[in-house]
């Protein structure tokens, strides 16, 4: 089974804060994903990675950045945090060229 | 940038009824997918299409990919309280390797 894993289930940090979320996928997929989700909104593409250090930015990438190192590793960095990016993230990955992505048991964010 | 509508936003059934679901896009898709969204988890992928005017089941689940590439529907029959959570299309174009979500219909199931 494909494993996508996110480091916390829940975070509670303060406003500034820089924040790290780390995702670590275990079947060798290319692509990575980092959404966030929000009542009413549903997911929104934050950033997206197809190769080790490569990087596009997603429908919303203002106040974020990421960080792909390793092909199984994708990180989420809030450089500054604020409260309006209190929420869901959710990671996800998927083998370059096909069409599913697997998703991660998601991070919920509290800025405060 | 490309968005998907889903409807109904929200729905309440009683168990052992059917339930359908759909998605539009004002753009062509290519693949279409279902996820499910149990609360407090991420999403887990249900059906996968790939062909217009495909009908695809996985159980008692049931998806349908329009002839115009711009709609999909999700039809789950005989619910049960597990079948509760959020259920959530997608679609990819020719032209990336992401995927467009929409905002998702919330199912509960009412013993």
């Known amino acids: 089974d494909v494993k996508v894993t996110q480091s916390s289930r829940y975070l509670v940090k303060r406003t500034g804060e820089k924040v790290f979320l780390e995702c670590v996928q275990d079947?060798?997929?290319?692509?990575m994903f980092w959404y966030r989700q929000d009542p009413g909104l549903g997911l929104r593409l934050i950033y997206f990675?197809?190769?080790?250090?490569?990087?596009e930015k997603g429908d919303i990438p203002e106040g974020y950045s990421v960080s792909r190192e390793k092909k199984e590793r994708f990180s989420l960095i809030l450089e500054s945090a604020s409260t309006n990016q209190t929420s869901m993230y959710l990671c996800?990955?998927?083998?370059?060229?096909?069409?599913?992505?697997?998703f991660g048991q998601g991070t919920r964010l509290t800025v405060v | 940038g490309q968005q998907l509508n889903q409807s109904p936003q929200s729905m309440f059934i009683q168990e052992g009824e059917d339930v359908s679901m759909n998605c539009t896009s004002s753009?062509?898709?290519?693949?279409w997918l279902w996820y499910k969204q149990d609360p407090g988890e991420g999403p887990v992928l249900l059906i996968a299409?790939?062909?217009?005017?495909e009908l695809t089941s996985n159980g008692r689940l049931t998806a349908q990919f329009g002839i115009t590439r711009k709609d999909s529907f999700l039809n789950i029959s005989a619910s049960i309280p597990s079948d509760v959570g959020i259920y959530f299309c997608?679609?990819?174009?020719?032209?990336?390797?992401?995927?467009?979500f929409g905002p998702g219909t919330r199912l509960s199931v009412l013993p």
């Open positions: 079947m060798d997929h290319e692509n």
């Open positions: 997608a679609g990819q174009d020719n032209y990336g390797q992401n995927f467009v």
């Open positions: 996800a990955s998927g083998v370059l060229g096909n069409t599913e992505a697997f």
């Open positions: 990675s197809y190769d080790v250090k490569m990087k």
């Open positions: 753009s062509i898709f290519n693949t």
């Open positions: 299409l790939y062909k217009a005017g």
